[in-house]
């Protein structure tokens, strides 16, 4: 393959060479006018840099957000799931009046019992 490619030529050569002084200094005029541009005791400039950090801590805090979003989602459907796992298994999701006023009522006796021993 390199013997099919057209020989280089040392004219050819001083050109690219020529070429890529000039890309060199137009880059370094361009980046001397960019520094001109902007002095370096920018009054704005501590304010930008303030404002970049907290656009960027405000899209990691939106990133954690979506996590905990989709956490949540996870959660809820696994304990959707274990409700309707007791309530086949239990029966009904809560206690039926009568039944909490005594459990209630046993509670309350602990307590004042849990009371005298102190």
Do not use: W
């Not at 409700?83 to 009522?105: I, L, V, W």
Request: charged letters at 40%; one cysteine or more.
């Amino acid at each position: 393959m390199l013997l099919q490619e057209p020989v280089t030529t040392q004219s050819e050569l001083e050109r690219l060479t020529n070429d890529t002084k000039r890309l060199q200094r137009d880059c370094m005029t361009l980046e001397e006018k960019l520094k001109m541009n902007t002095p370096a005791d920018d009054k704005l400039g501590i304010f930008k840099q303030q404002a970049a950090m907290l656009v960027k801590k405000k899209d990691l805090k939106q990133q954690d957000i979506k996590k905990l979003d989709v956490e949540k989602q996870a959660l809820e459907k696994q304990m959707l799931d274990k409700e309707s796992e007791y309530q086949r298994t239990k029966g009904g999701k809560y206690m039926k009046r009568d039944d909490f006023k005594q459990y209630a009522a046993n509670l309350r006796g602990k307590n004042t019992e849990y009371k005298k021993k102190k």
